[in-house]
């Protein structure tokens, strides 16, 4: 399946909530979700309505989770595949392993507006982790791995602008910044708590069980 390449508000009008696609607009009046409250689609005004059975809220919740961190159904499958493997909380573990992907981690240390333009920076090789130029953003890092923006980068004007607004960025604690380098430090692993969007996991862990 192809990724979507349409509008990233109408994902947010679908989901009945902010994913947050958009960075900095959609704190803003411009945001379509504010403007246009209604799903999309001719039926979007009724679509509210509508008894939304088990099985529908469970996908849902998978839906969001795979939009706002912009990964594709396979991938999310094999994320879920891999964290059944571990010993503990199925969901928790699934959400922290995708929290540690590098287009993420680009975003968290406030290097992209949204997590479409950081997976962008990460494809152009932008960023080098311990030292080696990675361009994947799917690449999983690890405890004390280092993330750098390559000193050739710094000439992009589009760069110019993100390494100038970092400073007002808020950082997570699992993340270590030196802003004036632009130097990432993952200082320990993501726990569920760092996960800032309010994901009812065992719902995705109810419907990939089935």
Known sequence: MARYTGPACRLCRKEG??????????????????RREKAPGQHGASAGRRRTKEYGLQL??????????????K??????VKAGKKTG??????LTIIER???NVVYRM??????REARQLVRHGHFTVNGRKVDIPSYIVNANDVITLKDSSRKSPRIKV????????TIPEWISVDKENIVATIAALPKREDVDFPFEEHLIVELYSK
């Not at 909530?17 to 504010?34: A, H, P, Q, T």
């Not at 909380?89 to 699934?94: D, I």
């Open 110 to 115: 406030g290097m992209a507006d949204s997590r």
């Open 101 to 103: 992907r590098l287009d």
């Open 17 to 34: 909530v902010k994913l947050m696609l958009k960075g900095e607009r959609c704190f803003s009046d411009k945001c379509s979700f504010v």
């Open 162 to 169: 993100l390494v100038e607004n970092i400073s007002g960025r």
């Open 75 to 80: 991938q999310f499958k094999n994320y879920f």
């Open 89 to 94: 909380q199925t969901g928790e573990y699934l």
């Open 60 to 73: 849902r919740e998978k839906q969001k989770a795979k939009r706002y961190y912009g990964i594709l159904e």
